[in-house]
């Protein structure tokens, strides 16, 4: 590889270097690897303590063995069946296989994909610098997160955390180790999250083809393992953010979203998403709610959505929310310039007077308004570290009457 990729641990707080992900992290704060690779271990004993014990699973020791290609990635809403496994094992083209978990989660507006793995295994599908980044594998395994720069820059607190939700039990794991992703994955736990972030360990398969177009399996694998799976060619992913071709799904973890939403199954055609037709049908409604008049969302938004804008109305304040600059609920849309799924997808989700509180403003909602919303189980994203303050999201569900 021409230009050699730095992989950098976080041991503390954040380091918040604007570097790309493939230039050395600044130096302070951070412990870096040599941009000509890391020295591996020759024990199975971590190489870092083990950060949480109680989210810790076996050190995975040196790298033994090949690298594989991450060619394709299978993702179904419930756990993998083995006589299916061993059918896609056996088929034509398909080099090697890898389970692993995953789901999405909700933070500050961007749906991000999690995968609970083994990290032994798992960092067989990484390219080598990466794969031999000892030390980040047994950071892993002892219950830390790998992210990349970018999100841990976006989402992480100054103690170098993420809370994965926002519900109340949500569980906030450090950022042990900062390396570059496979497609469509943005951060990696092990498998002992699973439970805690509310995910399965085995609802999804890595595939290698080795030397064979991805592509060319495409087909068989499809037929073989029916309209209820995602097949996203990675090659392509790698490229686009998704595959455009494949049936994609996300299944948010969380007693709110997870419980709310289930399983979102949608296609993307002219950068657009269009969500099952069956899942529109069950979950959104239009109704009219006080102030804002008619609105199309989710529709167990709307007991707390009328309870809020009612208090408002009740607390004499129903002329700082401005009706005309109402921008919507149900929005099946990306955030803008990524294929990160927004909250408006779902219908969970509004945006109220939108001209004069622009992202990374502090903007001019008014703070009564706000604490109403708070009250009635939204979330702000006047509150958020990269600040959207028109956004207000569901983040609580609360009995209303």
């Known amino acids: 590889m021409a230009t050699a990729v730095a992989?950098?641990?976080?041991?503390?707080?954040?380091s918040g270097s604007d570097a790309p992900e493939d230039e050395p992290p600044a130096s302070g704060g951070t412990s870096d690897v040599p941009t000509d690779g890391p020295s591996p271990t020759t024990s199975d004993t971590p190489v870092v303590p083990v950060a949480d014990p109680a989210h810790a699973v076996d050190p995975p020791?040196?790298?033994?063995?090949?690298?594989?290609?991450?060619?394709?990635?299978?993702?179904?809403?419930?756990?993998l069946d083995d006589a299916l496994v061993k059918k896609i094992d056996k088929l034509k083209g398909v080099a090697h296989t890898e389970r692993i978990g995953l789901g999405q989660v909700s933070l500050e507006n961007r749906v991000l994909t999690v995968a609970a793995v083994d990290p032994g295994a798992y960092r067989h599908f990484a390219r080598s610098d990466v794969a031999d980044f000892q030390e980040g594998w047994d950071r892993v395994a002892g219950g830390e997160m790998s992210t990349t720069?970018?999100?841990?820059?976006r989402l992480a607190d100054k103690g170098g955390?993420?809370?994965l939700g926002t519900d109340d039990d949500a569980p906030t794991l450090h950022v042990g180790a900062l390396t570059p992703q496979l497609p469509t994955v943005d951060m990696v736990v092990n498998t002992a999250w699973a439970g805690d972030i509310g995910m399965a360990t085995d609802n999804g398969l890595l595939i290698s083809t080795d030397d064979r177009t991805p592509a060319s399996i495409r087909k068989p694998l499809e037929r073989l393992v029916g309209k209820g799976a995602s097949v996203q060619m990675l090659d392509v992913a790698s490229r686009l953010g998704l595959d455009p071709d494949a049936r994609l799904t996300a299944i948010p973890t969380g007693s709110t979203l997870g419980t709310l939403v289930g399983t979102y199954s949608y296609r993307v055609a002219g950068g657009q998403v269009q969500p099952d037709p069956a899942w529109v049908a069950a979950n959104i409604r239009t109704e009219a709610v006080p102030i804002l008049g008619s609105v199309t969302c989710h529709k167990d938004l709307f007991p707390q959505l009328r309870a809020a804008l009612l208090e408002v109305q009740q607390q004499g304040l129903a002329d700082k929310i401005h009706v005309g600059e109402y921008a919507g609920c149900y929005y099946p849309r990306f955030i803008a310039n990524t294929t990160s799924l927004s909250n408006h997808a779902f219908g969970l989700a509004l945006d109220l007077n939108v001209p004069g509180n622009q992202r990374g403003t502090v903007g001019e909602m008014d703070r009564s308004v706000v604490a109403i919303f708070k009250h009635w189980g939204f979330a702000w994203g006047g509150d958020w570290r990269w600040t959207d303050p028109m956004h207000f999201e569901l983040a609580e569900v609360k009995r209303v009457g």
Do not use: H
Request: aromatic share 6%.
């Open 7 to 14: 992989l950098s641990l976080l041991l503390g707080a954040c």
């Open 61 to 79: 020791g040196e790298r033994e063995g090949r690298l594989w290609s991450a060619d394709v990635l299978v993702q179904w809403d419930k756990p």
């Open 149 to 153: 720069k970018a999100v841990s820059k």
């Open 161 to 163: 955390s993420i809370t």
